[in-house]
């Protein structure tokens, strides 16, 4: 029986790659924090169904910050797999909260890998790098040669996480792979990031429940595809033989006001109307031209993303509509 790990296992992408370890057969485990209760409603439906939790699904509270716990979970659990997806990861936010950024993203790693650099069996280790920590990228599509160059807390945080990858894979041999990751989305998507804030608006003002949405840069560009394919891209990674990087993205890619455009017209809404600019929402040093080029997930793994962006929007509109209504 193989045996995952997930920290972060709350969020979008840790429910959506613990449902798809599950199909797979993984008895699978989660960290979650002590605070974050209130956000397991990604996960609610697999652990409220007897036949899954406490049997194939198994979930500890514990902070990244805490060490002890961390590691006598590690150890007690023993899994085959881990995937790191924990950590602060809205950029705005992180010059708000720049220390607890890089105490969750940076040195939350660095403990992590500390621990498992003294197993007698180390698991394999997947770390959810970002596309971030190439901040403002000298070359475009970037790729898993290109420089890093982040712009903001977050991807700094980032960036310090993965290059601690590359030397722990390196010095200890531990099997350990970076998911370079581009924007990647859902209706599982937090509320404050710009694909789901808009999305849920177009579907909110057409029901009449909300007239206006503010928004910062609306020409900011972003390469954007389907969280459910990027999760599959995870399990993929560490599926190969040999540890290595690997960039995940579409692409292509597309302005803020590109998904204000296809998410409004998909719920029926003039966005002239109701979409205005909030200066506060401007982030002032905006990461640029992150686009990836994932030729090499689709050579060496065989990865493919099976949504596009217009795609990816009705889907999120819909299900916006949908939650909507049922309320
Ligand atoms: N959140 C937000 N809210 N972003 C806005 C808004 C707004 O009202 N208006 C414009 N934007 C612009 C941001 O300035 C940015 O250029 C773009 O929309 C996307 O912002 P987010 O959805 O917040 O995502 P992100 O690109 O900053 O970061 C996400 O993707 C990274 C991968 O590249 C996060 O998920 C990161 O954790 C992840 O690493």
Known sequence: MRVALITGITGQDGSYLCEFLLSKGYVVHGLVRRTSSIERSRLRHIYRNPEVYGKTLQL?????????????????????????????????????IAESTVDSVAVGTLRLLEIIRDLSAPPRVFHAASSEIFGRPLSMPQDEQTPMAPVNPYGASKAFATQLCRIYREKYGIHIVNGILYNHESPRRGENFVTRKICRAAAAIRLCLQDELLLGDTSAQRDWGDARDYVRGMWQALQHATAEDFVFATGILH????????????????????????????????STSL????????????????????????????????DLKAR
């Open 60 to 96: 500890h509270y514990c902070d990244l910050e805490d060490a002890t716990t961390l590691r006598r979970i590690i150890t007690k659990i023993s899994p085959s797999e881990l995937y790191h997806l924990a950590g602060q990861s809205h950029v705005g936010l992180s010059f708000e």
């Open 255 to 286: 302005s803020v006001r590109d998904v204000v455009d296809r998410a409004f017209s998909e719920a029926g809404v003039d966005p002239g109307r109701h979409v205005h600019q909030d200066d506060r929402l401007l982030r002032g040093a905006e």
């Open 291 to 322: 686009v990836g080029n994932p030729a090499k997930a689709e050579r060496v793994l065989g990865w493919k993303r099976e949504t596009d962006f217009d795609g990816l929007i009705r889907w999120m509109v819909q299900a916006e509509l949908a």
